[in-house]
């Protein structure tokens, strides 16, 4: 199982940016993904859940509304459009799935200036 997150960067506070996780090494149409960050000093925190087929998404209280999580399931990737950002929104970003056990990839740095 990999996963490969990237599109993280340097922002400044109402900018946009899009993340991606490239998967392999499993069944991924068949799983739910997740985006998580962990910003500087603070536990790593759930962002937002995509099922598995893509029809059914949440978000924590702090993105709804600025963030979307996607997926096509033909080229094994999952997306995080994140729209509206803020300082609050930087950290590292990554994307996990679960089956017998969790799956990370190595994250994507997001920094959002104020």
């Known amino acids: 199982v990999q996963l490969v997150e990237s599109g993280g960067g340097y922002v400044q506070t109402g900018g946009s940016l899009r993340l991606s996780c490239a998967a392999s090494g499993f069944s991924f149409s068949s799983y739910n993904m997740k985006w998580y960050r962990q910003a500087p000093g603070k536990e790593r925190e759930w962002v937002a859940t995509i099922n598995a087929y893509g029809g059914r998404t949440n978000y924590a209280d702090s993105v709804k509304g600025r963030f979307t999580i996607s997926r096509d399931n033909a080229k094994n990737t999952v997306y995080l459009q994140m729209n509206s950002l803020k300082p609050e929104d930087t950290g590292v970003y990554y994307c996990?799935?679960?089956?017998?056990?969790?799956?990370w990839g190595q994250g994507t740095q997001v920094t959002v200036s104020s």
């Open positions: 996990k799935t679960s089956f017998g056990k969790d799956y």
